[in-house]
């Protein structure tokens, strides 16, 4: 059962607007969420990163956004880029006892087109 | 700066064997996770380390074990191999105590090929 969903496989958005990527949780206990890049042949890359005290974290053109309530995050980047094209994962800590665990979306292809 | 640096890059094995992958941290970096990815199954975490301890760790069986070292270099071994191991091996450092709270820094991982 997959508790982190990145129900998008792919999006395709033109240069200059908003991308917005998407992603839903099942875990109520889940205490901080990362957005990760990965492009091909290269390891994920860090963009950003939100605690679940908190509903916004804004760097740059990349903001996220937390729906407690909803169990949903988004990520998004404002303007795109043709070089943000990359596949985008988001991923949850979550606890039981003293041992933690990050669980990875299966991950959104972003495409930006010119 | 020098990045995470896995090795080796690629790797074949066969059914039944084990295999130890090695990571070397970004200096000064003290924590160290180990990634599996897969088509099917994404990016799944397995463990991960801080001075030299085993702070957590994913859903992965016994097979799958880790260690890190004085210097911060890490080292995963995997044993009793299956077809199911195939894989892309990711390993991440952070200058934080846990990738679970701060930016990890990927390298480029070991790809590991069992027949």
């Known amino acids: 059962d997959q508790q982190v969903k990145q129900n998008s496989p792919s999006l395709s958005v033109q240069e200059g607007r908003i991308s917005i990527l998407n992603c839903d949780y099942t875990?109520?206990?889940?205490?901080?969420f990362l957005w990760y890049k990965k492009y091909p042949a290269e390891g994920p890359t860090f963009l950003i990163s939100i605690s679940s005290i908190k509903d916004k974290n804004e760097d740059g053109r990349f903001t996220v956004f937390l729906n407690k309530s909803a169990k949903h995050l988004s990520l998004h980047i404002v303007p795109s880029q043709p070089g943000d094209s990359a596949v985008y994962f988001c991923?949850?800590?979550?606890?039981?006892?003293?041992?933690?665990?990050?669980?990875f979306g299966k991950g959104t292809k972003l495409s930006v087109k010119p | 700066k020098a990045g995470v640096t896995q090795t080796p890059r690629y790797l074949i094995k066969t059914r039944g064997q084990q295999v130890t992958l090695s990571c070397s941290p970004i200096s000064g970096h003290r924590s160290v996770s180990w990634y599996q990815q897969t088509p099917g199954q994404g990016l799944q975490f397995l463990f991960e380390?801080?001075?030299?301890?085993?702070?957590n760790k994913g859903n992965f069986p016994g097979r799958f074990s880790g260690r890190q070292f004085s210097n911060s270099r890490s080292e995963m071994n995997v044993s009793t191999l299956e077809l199911g191991d195939s894989a892309l091996y990711l390993c991440a450092s952070s200058l934080g105590p846990s990738g679970m709270y701060n930016e990890q820094f990927f390298g480029p991982g070991t790809r590991l090929t069992v027949l």
């Open positions: 380390y801080f001075s030299e301890t085993q702070r």
């Open positions: 875990n109520s206990m889940f205490d901080y």
């Open positions: 991923a949850a800590s979550a606890w039981e006892g003293s041992q933690g665990n990050l669980i």
